[in-house]
Every structure is written in C-alpha cells, then in structure tokens.
C-alpha cells in the first residue's frame, strides 16, 4: 500500500508492504528497510536488524503526530484521489487509494460537485476514508454501490465538465 504525507514541506511517498503477520517493509525512497513490528494501543516498536524504535502515535482526521526521541513530529496524510491525482490516466476518475469497502456515496449521476467535495467515503485497515473531487464538475457515472468491495485503483466515480 503506497501512501503520500507531507512532513513540513517536502512530501513523501512511502510503501508498506506486509511481508508476515509482525513484518512490515517499508520503502521510502530508495530506502527500504524490513520492521518487526508490535503495537499496544497507540504505542508502536519497530526493530531492523541495525534500527530501533520507540513510539507513540496519534490522530486526527488527516494529521497523524508522532511522538519519537523526545520530539512531536507531525504528518499530513494526502489522499491519492485528491492530490496526487497525476498518477492516473484520467483526473477525471476518482478511484480507491486501496481495497476496502465503500460506506457511504454522497452523489449520484447528474450531480454538480465542486472542487475537495466528498463523494465517497471508503473503509479500509479500520478507518475512514474521505475520496474528494479533484477538480469541479458534474458526476458523469458512479460506478459502485453502498457495501461494495472494491480493489485498489477501483474507478468510483467519474467527472465530466460542468
């Protein structure tokens, strides 16, 4: 799963990858590096063979903290749908960042949008996630339902021009 957070200004794109029930890779960058990891409540301990460490995470709605080493480090979680839409073939499509369920549709065909509107939310991993429209326009198809199982890269729903 490939998610995008900005840390103050520079945004990062980073991979985990499940590689046991306790091992996680991580790549950022051309770093990547395999994490044994353990969590209890909103404390997490990662472990590499060469790295360690110590956590306690908290957030609230798209700000994850992190308290590391004595200091609070704050990220901004972008949602791929939103802006990092460059990724996919057609800015017009909204599409599921990663498979989950859709848990509620806030439009339908015909309907007007305007720009950072919500139009789905998705569950996925036990959270809640707001798909927003990149840009304003009229819902050209909605191509899922409420309770529907999608993949990652799913088309939800598709703009046209106003």
């Not at 802006?83 to 498979?99: G, K």
């Not at 439009?107 to 939310?121: F, R």
Request: aromatic share 4%; hydrophobic share 40%; charged share 25%.
């Amino acid at each position: 799963m490939k998610r995008h957070f900005l840390y103050g200004e520079n945004l990062h794109s980073v991979t985990f990858q499940r590689r046991s029930p306790s091992d996680v890779e991580i790549i950022v960058g051309e770093d990547k590096t395999l994490f044994s990891v353990s969590q209890n409540c909103q404390r997490i301990n990662l472990a590499s063979l060469d790295k360690r460490f110590r956590a306690v995470m908290a957030r609230s709605k798209d700000k994850i903290y992190v308290w590391l080493d004595g200091r609070v480090h704050e990220l901004v979680e972008i949602e791929e749908t939103n802006n990092v839409a460059s990724l996919h073939s057609n800015p017009d499509d909204i599409r599921a960042p990663m498979p989950g369920i859709i848990i509620k549709l806030n439009v339908k065909q015909g309907d007007t949008v305007n720009k950072d509107q919500i139009v789905a939310v998705l569950e996925a991993m036990k959270m809640e996630h707001n798909l927003r429209a990149p840009r304003a326009g009229v819902v050209g198809a909605v191509d899922v339902k409420i309770s529907q199982t999608v993949s990652a890269d799913a088309l939800l729903v598709h703009l046209e021009k106003a």
